[in-house]
Nanobody, 125 residues
Framework: QVQLVESGGGLVQAGGSLRLSCTAS????????MRWYRQTPGKQRDLVAT???????SYADSVKGRFTISRDNAKNTVYLQMNSLKPEDTAVYYC???????????????????WGQGTQVTVSS
């Protein structure tokens, strides 16, 4: 079983910074893309940033130039550095990972999607 555990959320004033972390644990062979999403009440979960295994990053237009995604493959961890935060960045942030594991019964590689539990980010004006 694979688990993703997030940390780093909290309350910050507009213009401030926060750094989110998400660490995957379990019987992991490797991890493909790792992503951060965010969601506000009554709305869909939106993609914020993606990091490929090779470290290529992409961002939603709303966060370009302010957020930076990075990862440490040795630690199975992805980070989201959030600078110049705005009240509209307030949301629950979720980590997502495409994880490769070895199926013990078949000895084949399984690839599955996993989500973290979410961490609240609140930006006050």
């Amino acid at each position: 079983q694979v688990q993703l555990v997030e940390s780093g959320g909290g309350l910050v004033q507009a213009g401030g910074s926060l750094r989110l972390s998400c660490t995957a644990s379990g019987r992991i062979l490797s991890i493909n893309d790792m992503r951060w999403y965010r969601q506000t009440p009554g709305k869909q979960r939106d993609l914020v940033a993606t990091s490929t295994r090779g470290g290529v990053a992409s961002y939603a237009d709303s966060v370009k130039g302010r957020f930076t995604i990075s990862r440490d493959n040795a630690k199975n961890t992805v980070y989201l550095q959030m600078n110049s935060l705005k009240p509209e960045d307030t949301a629950v942030y979720y980590c997502h990972a495409e994880v490769n594991t070895i199926n013990i019964r078949s000895s084949k590689i399984d690839s599955s999607d996993y989500w973290g539990q979410g961490t609240q980010v609140t930006v006050s004006s």
